[in-house]
């Protein structure tokens, strides 16, 4: 292709000249525009919408704050650690039955080392737990309990009355019984006179634990002074005949209880054991026990 061929392509008409002109200027125009104007919107602000921001600010770190907080724990009683307090605590189930069915044998432990002995925890699990452990005043230490020995072997009967405890049945016990016993006022123990005939009579020491006010170390005192050492003579539900507000009136069925039992019995037929009643929804599982000497399936 020739030169001159190439400048045929160049050469326009008047109209096309002008074409080209103004298609310049367009562009510009258009170049200045945009260098020169803003086209972002304009965002309205809503005072509403800042507070709430603000607000939502706060709150998140409020949360942040919660979550990297720990929980307080505070000094405790291991003999009374609750399946849900062993849990949080990091025990076991395993673990936590163990320490349950030690202490379903009215017996205690006194020390770390006891605890472990009981529950098999490991070394790392009692070191955290440890520090938080608060025995009573009157647990005796080792070094305790050999100079106690050796205090016991005086021949001064003084001395000897002093240490031996009496131990009375909580259903004999009266006012002034009760009142003896640290940490137990006239209120408290009109309170446990008044649960005792409520029910009847206490069949366990482990039903202290149901009566409001009474410290874990004020129930081991009373474990200590006090015993069941006969059923007492009480009137048995009989649970296959009791009408619906016999059974809401016992001290541990409530009404919706009562009722469940009555819709059961009526379903399904007499009741033969307490194995039966642990079978309907909301039956305390944990007093059961305790609930069957107050029954009569016959």
Known sequence: MSFKTILTY?????????????????????????????????????????????????????????????????????????????????????????????????????????????????????????????????????????????YKKYSNPAFAKKEKIVVIDINRATKEDLVKIYGIGEAISIRILKQKETLGGFVSMDQMQDIWGLSPEVIENLN?????????????????????????????FRYALAREIITYRSMKGDFNNIEDLIKIKGFPVDKAKIIDLYLDFN
């Open 10 to 150: 160049f050469k326009f008409t008047k109209e096309q000249r002008t074409g080209i002109f103004f298609l310049f200027v367009i562009s510009v125009v258009l170049q200045l525009v945009y260098f020169f104007v803003d086209f972002r919107a304009v965002s309205k602000v809503y005072p509403e919408k800042q507070k709430w921001l603000s607000l939502q600010t706060a709150m998140d770190s409020l949360t942040m704050e919660a979550a990297n907080k720990k929980p307080n724990v505070y000094l405790f009683n291991p003999n009374f650690i609750t399946d849900y307090k062993g849990y949080r605590l990091g025990m076991s189930l395993q673990e936590i039955d163990r320490l349950l069915a030690f202490r379903k044998q009215n017996k205690y432990v006194n020390s770390p080392e006891e605890f472990q002995n009981v529950t098999k925890v490991s070394d790392s699990l009692l070191n955290v737990l440890a520090p938080y452990f608060k025995f009573p005043d009157w647990v005796l230490s080792k070094s305790q309990k050999t100079k106690f020995i050796t």
């Open 224 to 252: 200590t002074h006090f015993e069941v050492l006969a059923l007492p003579q009480f009137k048995k539900i009989k649970v296959n005949t009791a009408s619906l507000k016999e059974l809401s009136q016992f001290y541990y």
